[in-house]
Nanobody
């Protein structure tokens, strides 16, 4: 079973930046979209950003202009560059790969924005 492995989370002060990465442990074929979700404490998981195989991107309104999703297609890796972080960005962040046969999820990485 292929796993998605996130990295890059941590504690950052408001206004700071972090870069999340997600890499599969093996081969995944026919990926049509890669996405980042987050789940704040006590809340439901929400879509943060998504990039399609064609390179189109979409963002939650709350992160537009601050977060950037990108991918390395050769390595099937997806990134989330987060800038101007706010305390309300505190959450567990999950990467998600969508294929025609299955969805893949990472275990999550904690991002805490606090002074």
């Amino acid at each position: 079973q292929v796993q998605l492995e996130e990295s890059g989370g941590g504690l950052v002060q408001p206004g700071g930046s972090l870069r999340l990465s997600c890499t599969p442990s093996g081969s995944i074929f026919s990926i049509y979209a890669m996405a980042w979700y987050r789940q704040p404490p006590g809340e439901q998981r929400e879509l943060v950003a998504i990039v399609t195989s064609g390179g189109n991107t979409n963002y939650a309104d709350s992160v537009k202009g601050r977060f950037t999703i990108s991918r390395d297609s050769a390595k099937n890796t997806v990134f989330l560059q987060m800038s101007s972080l706010k305390p309300e960005d505190t959450a567990v962040y999950y990467c998600n790969y969508r294929t025609s046969r299955a969805d893949y999820w990472g275990q999550g990485t904690q991002v805490t924005v606090s002074s």
